[in-house]
C-alpha cells in the first residue's frame, strides 16, 4: 500500500508541470473518488441515488473530450512549459510570413506617424499637392531604412555576446519578437526599434514594458527583454540623455530588461555598407 502511494506520489509530480499533465491528474483523481465512492456506497444508496453518479461518470469523459479537442486544436502552446521540451529553444516558434508582414507594417506605421507628429510641431505650412505625391516613396525609404536597421543590429547583438540569433520568433502561444538567443540560463528577447526622434523613444520603451509584462509566468521568469534602439540623426548628447532616462525607467520596472543604442552611421561604416537612399 506503502509503495503504491509512493508511486502515486511520484506519478503526481511528474504530472503537475504542465497543464496537459494537471489535466490528466485532475481527471484520475475525480474518476479515483467517484468509484471509491460508488464502490463503498453501492450497497447503501438507493437507485435514484446512484444515478447521479452513474450519469456523472457517463458524461464527464465527454466534457473532458470536448473541452481536450477545444484546447489542442485551438490553444495547443498554451498545453506545454518550457521545461517539457529539451532544449528550451524548442518552447520558441518562428514568426509566420503574415505575422512578420503585420509586425514590420506597424513598425513602420509607427515611424511614419512619429515623423508626421514632428513634422506637425516644427512646421504650420501646409504642404503642397507636389509633395504629397512623395509619400509613398517616403514610406518605401523608410521600410527600406528599418529593415537595414535591423540586420545591423543583429550582426552588432551577435558580435557582443558571441552568439546566434534566432529572428522573428514568438515566445509562447502570441508573443512575437525580432529575435532571441539563449544567455546562460536565459533566454534573451530583441525588440529593435529604428529611430530619427528621440524624443519619442520614452513612449516606445513604455509600451514595450507592458507588452513583455503580459507574457505568461514560464516564459516572463526564463527571459529578458533586450531593447535595442538604432538611433538615427540623434547628437551624441541626444543618445546619453536618452540612455540615462531609459535605464533608469528599466530600474523602476519589475521587468528584467537591457538596453543598447546604436548609432545607425556608425553600424553602416562599421559592417561595409554602402548607402542606399536612406536619407
Known sequence: MTSSLGE???????????????IALFIVLVYGIAALVLGISSNNLQTYEKLPLIYFLVIFPIIVLIVF???VSKHH????APD???DKEGFFRALSPLEQKQKLDEEIKSIEEESKTSETSTSKTPLSVEMEGAGFLKSVTTRHAYVLAEELAFREIEREFGVYVHRQVAIGPDYGVDGIFQYGEKSIAIEIK????????????QREIERF????????GSSVLL??????????????????????????????IKLRIYDFDELKTKYGISEIGTQ
Do not use: C
Open 194 to 205: 529604428y529611430s530619427k526622434r528621440p524624443q519619442h523613444i520614452r513612449a516606445i520603451m
Open 84 to 86: 517539457d521540451f529539451r
Open 69 to 71: 479537442y477545444r484546447l
Open 8 to 22: 502515486f506520489g511520484k506519478t503526481a509530480q511528474k504530472l503537475a508541470r504542465n497543464p496537459l499533465g494537471i
Open 77 to 80: 502552446v498554451k498545453l506545454y
Open 227 to 256: 531593447l535595442v534602439i538604432v538611433s538615427d540623426g540623434w547628437t551624441s548628447e541626444q543618445k546619453k540623455n536618452e540612455l540615462d532616462i531609459l535605464t533608469i525607467m528599466a530600474r523602476e520596472t519589475i521587468q528584467p
Open 213 to 220: 509584462s503580459k507574457l505568461g509566468q514560464d516564459a516572463k
